[in-house]
DNA sequence: TATGAATGAGCATTCATTCAT
DNA sequence: CATGAATGAATGCTCATTCAT
């Protein structure tokens, strides 16, 4: 693939994320997207065949970046690399991390907001079930190892449903972005982080002792 | 308005939740809609002038009836009616209002699951801001205002952003009912509330000690 | 046909032609018809069976009361009711026949300038050729009388094509009373008549001396 | 543009007017339209977004050509070209141009007849009022020109009212222009013409001897 | 005699897709 | 590689007509 050829492809990206955020996948039209890129409309299905394939791979492309940036967030928090070696004595690990990560899903929100619409309103649909296998296997699977880590540290109660559990806090950050960007654009991000780890924490509650 | 009229209106309510579920609003045709719903095509735009006032209509039906089960079960919740006589002594009364109202939500869409994925994936459209207002101000509120009494009763930090919180904790109930529907549909309602309750009460990350 | 019926075919008539004359008859609707009537839309059909019959009828109506109005005017002009006792001596009877017929037609369409719009507008149409022949006979009959007489009167010259100079009288008059309606419809109705008499008489030209 | 396009939007012209000449323009579809001119439905939003707009083009397109007919045929006037020369004595310019616009009417109608129809029925509709604006400044506007140029020869009195005879005289032509075309197809022009332009000079009626 | 809810064929318009250049 | 004219199936919407009340 020629250099030309990537960066008409990149620039159709960033046109399609906007235009679906904006109007949703059916709504979004080829024109549309191609009149945003600047380029002509036959461009498209040159470089991508269909407008089902060009989101196909759009979906791919933004939440395989996504999901590295919660890894590398993940990965970042004093964790030695060993899984077993993790502890609740390691400095609470676990839930350091948690905190971690889901700033690196807001930070990543906040820079690409228009995904984030797009991932809120297309992620269920039946056409798109590749991608979504992706998103919970690599996204919603952070969150997943995180809290299992919690678990096996003894930080979270033994039997947890992890899976909806790493699902409630990814849709909780996923809403809270969105709202932002559409009501508090230029609220400090780490406000709002701030209430939702509260969320988290238990520190909403006061914890076991009130709850 | 005559019986016969009325009964059309709600049968076309029904079918267009229904595909609008399944396809999204730009996807779903009428026909699609008349035909779910036993009627012709002409008989939509007779009742309710275009697709898109079918879908307001629906959307104000769908948000005030979910308004008003978040409303009642936060009533029937050993509140003595004068705000101020309320106090974390009193039995945790906002905290327990706060489980009813998570599950009253959970109950909602259990019965109307497709009506929550309407929601989940059109209410960010502007289009529908009057709605959208709607659901802040009803269904959101009833969420802010038991916040709001927990902060009162001392029972959160007084500093708390309510409405963000509020905004957080409706889109977790929203999302993972929406992935119970599609994944574990006849896991007990129970079971997914006590998770959701868990992380709201701390007993994920074992409250403030641990934290 | 009892009272009430008759009424309600009347006001149907008059709210026809209205909307007709605005819109043309395709566009025109029938519920745009009732409505303007003060009826439901199911009395239209109730009365005439169809949208094209109402027309037909509304047609037959206009036409019968202008050729009615013109040959009232070609009477009451000093003729003797004779026809081969008129002569070129008479007083130049043709030719004052032909002002007053004018002037007829032109007080008819200041009175019903819908209708002259209908007129102009659905005349050619294939599908009204009932009520076309009834126009070409019994309205555009009466130019073609007079004109007649002025030829037998000497007045006018022996070969003159009567049918087509009766058209173009006809057509001259209706034409410019459509424009007064839009563009003037304060002047009086008198210079209009003057303006077409003149060109008729040749006293634009200045007759054959100068022709 | 193309060539190409162009092609298309000429073939789509002719095939509207035929096509609305027969039906008028609300009876008129776009399938019918696009099938005559031999192209797809879409082809025809693509070249000109929208039925109306076709029509409008249309109605430009055919009035600029009229009006260009008229005009020559008024330029071609043994005139001098310098406007204070021309007087009654030169020939009898000016009457002697009315009859050659009268004739290029004639021919323009004869050899796009169906665009007579359309002005015809169209001409009134406020839909269309620029083209109309047009018509009345280019087309009538020459019949104007003469008619000023006459009285300022002294050919005609004085305090004509220009305008209404201009539309008098245009009205004429055109409605006998379709009867023809309806009714007699193969009788010459020059016979047509000759009865008009009988009307017009007073040689119908006598002239002001018998008037 | 009149009504208005319901119908469905027909229409203008949109838009993903193709292909000649 | 890229373009844009052309396509035609699909869609929202209109409206004359029917019919139960």
Known sequence: MTERRTGTRLRLFTAAVE?????????????????????????????????????????EHGIRRLADAMARADGTTGETGVADERDAGAGGGALEALDAVVMAQLRFFEEYGAFARVLLTEMWRTAWQDAVAMLREEALGVYAGVLRRAVSEGAVRADLDVETAATA???????????????????????LHATLVDLLHGRVSGGPFTG
């Not at 009149?35 to 040159?46: N, P």
């Not at 709202?179 to 609220?187: C, I, N, T, V």
Request: charged letters at 20%; hydrophobic letters at 45%; a negative charge.
């Open 169 to 191: 806090v990814f849709g909780m950050v996923l809403t809270t972005s969105i709202e932002r960007r559409a009501l508090h654009p230029d609220r400090p991000i780490e406000q």
């Open 19 to 59: 235009v679906i955020a904006e109007q949703g996948y059916t709504a979004a039209t080829v024109d549309a997207i191609a009149e945003r890129a600047g380029v002509a409309k036959g461009t498209v299905f040159y470089n991508f065949g269909s407008k089902e394939a060009l989101f196909s791979a759009l979906l």
